[in-house]
């Protein structure tokens, strides 16, 4: 005998056709934990007659729900709430930006023999200065030469992370409650540093290349947003989330702009190392206008948190005025380890590696998400698939359930109201084997709504 459905029947309120209602009806009642997993759904030809239905409008819905991984049917006994803690195995977590482990133990024991013969108690005990030693600063300067940055020591401040080195950008420019202009989708750890720090927020529509000049200079221009301290905040190169990168023109434009309106720029240049284009950093156009924060945990290791924070002269004092607050700096040990690992080119070589490990993630995701439109570069470790915020949302926890965690898109959008965000997919943090199982898993549900 065939155990009796516990779904109360419904459809969800709204405008939509009844098999996109019957559909939202089921996965909020599923992800909600009123059905849980192995619970009956109601036969195809019972549900259309107690809803007033076609069985194919059921037929749809069910479908669906199978693609989104929710529901399983067994031929001969029904359709069936999909009981997810069986087939997970270990959770896959697409949500954290990080690039995949390319210095081996053998190299680190390696560099740690090195590094001890070279530092002495002096490196423990003494404080360093608020901007890091000048030997340190030098180190990065000629690191920041690679990338088409030439700048004097004395405007490189260095701390333990890129995050902070945000941070310090942040409040050196804007205090604690100044104004953040930014992409209307933007990297989450900026969005959530400004409201952690009490900035409110303003979105800058976005196209292919990025920033949008002519709605900057909009936002620019609102009198609502001339009466505060502000900044426009920005990713030029391979954009987080989308990973758009700007063409030289509009780099020049943005910059224009910004300089007509005496506003200081805050560039987000972690993936610049990674790049595909050749264009000049904002900084290196704009040395008097930018800020330009970087760290090494995109282009080398991500557990070697060292940040940097590149700014015109005439804001040192500003800055090193905050840091008597908010002391940055990073262990002396990283700084020795960095050292090493760029006299013996450890760090070009791992920049060689990493570029092709990212090239062959790319390319991956989209053999695998090949019917859902999918952007990404293959100089990115991420990619970016668009969709409606309603859909996103279910689309977040749909993934959880079958064990993959992804960016919720809320943490993206610098206005909490816009309906069009998307996923992001950080492809560099899972390893291969887990990178094929959790895009498989996705490509399951991967469709849209009836």
Same mark, same amino acid.
């Given at each position: 005998? /065939? ?5 109360k029947?419904?459809l969800t309120?709204?405008e939509?056709n009844?098999?996109t ?9 599923i ?5 849980a997993?192995?619970d009956?759904?109601?036969p195809?030809?019972?549900?259309a ?7 194919g ?10 693609? /989104?991984?929710?529901a ?6 029904g359709?069936?709430?999909a ?26 024991a390696? &560099?740690l ?5 070279k ?7 003494l404080?360093?200065p ?8 030098r ?6 030469e ?14 333990g992370?890129?995050q ?5 950008a ?5 205090g ?5 202009i &930014? ?6 750890g900026?969005?959530?540093?400004a409201?952690?720090?009490g900035?409110?927020i303003a ?10 000049p002519?709605?900057?200079a ?6 609502n947003?001339q ?7 920005l990713?030029?190169s391979?954009?987080?989330p989308? &990973?758009?990168?700007?063409s030289l ?9 910004? /300089? ?7 560039e987000d ?13 904002l900084?290196?156009?704009?040395p008097d ?6 760290s ?8 070697l948190?060292?940040?940097?924070l590149?700014?015109?002269?005439k804001w ?10 908010i ?7 990283d ?7 760029f ?5 070009e070589a791992t ?5 092709a490990e ?9 053999s695998?998400?090949?019917? %859902?439109k999918?952007?990404?570069n ?28 992804? &960016?919720?898109?809320?943490a993206?959008r610098?206005? /909490?109201?816009?309906?069009s ?9 899972p ?5 094929? %199982? ?5 490509a ?7």
């Amino acid at each position: 005998m /065939r155990l009796k459905s516990p779904w109360k029947a419904r459809l969800t309120d709204g405008e939509g056709n009844p098999s996109t209602r019957l559909l939202e009806a089921l996965s909020e009642d599923i992800l909600s934990g009123l059905l849980a997993g192995g619970d009956r759904l109601p036969p195809h030809r019972e549900l259309a007659w107690t809803l007033g239905l076609g069985v194919g409008t059921v037929t749809k819905a069910y479908a669906v729900l199978e693609r /989104r991984g929710l529901a399983r049917s067994i031929k001969g006994r029904g359709t069936f709430v999909a009981s997810f803690q069986s087939e997970n195995r270990a959770t896959i977590d697409f949500s954290v930006n990080a690039i995949p482990p390319m210095l081996s133990d053998r190299l680190l024991a390696r &560099t740690l023999s090195t590094v001890s013969r070279k530092i002495d108690a002096q490196h423990v005990h003494l404080r360093p200065p608020l901007a890091g030693h000048d030997a340190h600063r030098r180190i990065f300067g000629k690191w920041l030469e690679s990338l088409g940055i030439f700048v004097e020591p004395n405007r490189i401040i260095l701390t333990g992370s890129g995050q902070q080195a945000l941070w310090l950008a942040f409040d050196t420019l804007c205090g604690g409650g100044g104004l953040i202009i &930014t992409e209307r989708l933007s990297y989450p750890g900026a969005i959530a540093l400004a409201r952690h720090r009490g900035h409110p927020i303003a979105g800058v529509e976005i196209d292919e290349e990025g920033m949008v000049p002519h709605d900057l200079a909009r936002v620019l221009d609102d009198p609502n947003n001339q009466r505060r301290r502000r900044l426009v905040y920005l990713t030029p190169s391979l954009h987080n989330p989308t &990973t758009a990168s700007m063409s030289l023109g509009r780099r020049q434009e943005i910059i224009g702009i910004c /300089r007509q309106r005496d506003v200081q720029i805050v560039e987000d240049g972690v993936y610049t190392l990674g790049s595909s284009t050749d264009y000049p950093p904002l900084v290196a156009l704009a040395p008097d206008n930018v800020f330009h924060v970087t760290s090494l945990s995109k282009t080398l290791t991500s557990g070697l948190r060292l940040g940097v924070l590149v700014l015109p002269e005439k804001w040192i004092t500003s800055a090193e005025e905050a840091l008597q607050v908010i002391p940055l700096a990073a262990s002396p040990l990283d700084y020795s380890l960095l050292e090493e690992w760029f006299t013996s080119g450890v760090v070009e070589a791992t920049r060689t590696s990493l570029q092709a490990e990212a090239s062959r993630r790319a390319h991956l995701a989209v053999s695998l998400l090949s019917d %859902r439109k999918i952007v990404t570069n293959p100089a990115a470790f991420h990619a970016w698939i668009p969709m409606p915020h309603a859909q996103a949302e279910a689309f977040v926890s749909s993934a959880e359930m079958m064990g993959v965690i992804v &960016t919720p898109p809320d943490a993206m959008r610098a206005d /909490r109201q816009d309906k069009s965000t998307g996923i992001r997919l950080c492809l560099g943090g899972p390893s291969i084997d887990e990178l094929s %199982r959790g895009l498989s898993i996705l490509a399951k549900f991967q469709s849209g709504p009836v």
